[in-house]
């Protein structure tokens, strides 16, 4: 149980430790000639209370207004002492969208993620191709002067759905390119009182670590001191026990 508290222990000192950090400036991700790799930004800011809304409005403003290039919004959340705005981005604009939102603050941690977009891609194209010869076949049946009228209608129902499926991986590949082409941004406020209480509690954490650590390597070393002595006295307590209840009898029958 010991050993689960002092893991638990160090996560938390670890987590508030990972706070401290002072990472570089964060800034926009082209994919290489060749690659197809969709970029993702995350970046936690710390700001006095009264400040966050007004920091987010004015990033909202920003995007809304392609104040740093083409921009969408994507989600915003706000409660009493932070906020969140994810958006979309062209890769040239993260770095100065990142420096607006952090005026007045201090970046507490970034993180930039890439995901591998080739095999989606090449998956969707193979099947835009396979769906369009077959669309193209139903075409030259629909064409013949000799098709049936039931024959007709099943190829009618037939192309509306080729065309669905077409339509359907289209707005997927639409959204992929645009993946592809852009950068998601997250942006998280957060309360610098909030992490501030956070760090004391983190450093009452540690403390508490190092007491705990500190008070069982002393017990540790005192049961490994005194072991090879409660391992002798045991049978010596067994032996005098032995005698002394011998002595005792001895004596109550001489009295008889």
């Not at 508290?5 to 400036?25: I, R, T």
């Not at 037939?158 to 077409?166: D, I, T």
């Not at 010596?236 to 002394?244: E, G, H, K, P, V």
Request: with cysteine; proline share 3%.
């Amino acid at each position: 149980m010991a050993l689960i508290v002092l893991g638990v222990l160090q996560v938390l000192v670890g987590c508030s430790k990972k706070q401290e950090v002072s990472p570089a400036p964060i800034s926009g991700e082209k994919s290489k000639a060749g690659a197809m790799l969709a970029y993702e930004h995350l970046l936690r800011i710390r700001l006095p209370g009264a400040e966050i809304a007004g920091r987010l409005a004015a990033t909202r403003q920003a995007c809304e207004t392609a104040r740093f290039g083409a921009c969408n919004v994507l989600r915003i959340e706000q409660a009493k002492h932070d906020a969140e705005l994810a958006v979309r981005i062209v890769p040239e604009g993260v770095e100065p969208m990142a420096r607006l939102a952090a005026q007045g603050g201090t970046v507490g941690f970034r993180q930039t993620t890439a995901e591998d977009l080739a095999d989606a891609v090449n998956d969707n194209q193979r099947q835009r191709e396979l769906l369009e010869k077959h669309a193209q076949h139903l075409a030259e049946l629909a064409a013949r002067k000799d098709i049936a009228i039931a024959d007709l209608i099943a190829l009618s129902h037939e192309q509306a759905s080729v065309e669905s499926q077409l339509h359907s991986l289209q707005s997927v590949a639409a959204n992929q390119q645009r993946r592809l082409d852009t950068n998601r941004l997250e942006l998280h406020f957060g309360d610098t009182s909030a992490y501030s209480r956070s760090g004391r509690i983190g450093n009452g954490f540690s403390g508490l670590l190092d007491e705990t650590t500190e008070g069982m390597t002393d017990a540790l070393r005192l049961l490994g001191y005194g072991l090879p002595f409660l391992i002798l006295a045991f049978p010596l307590a067994l032996l005098w026990l032995w005698l002394w209840r011998r002595f005792t009898r001895r004596g109550r029958m001489q009295e008889r």
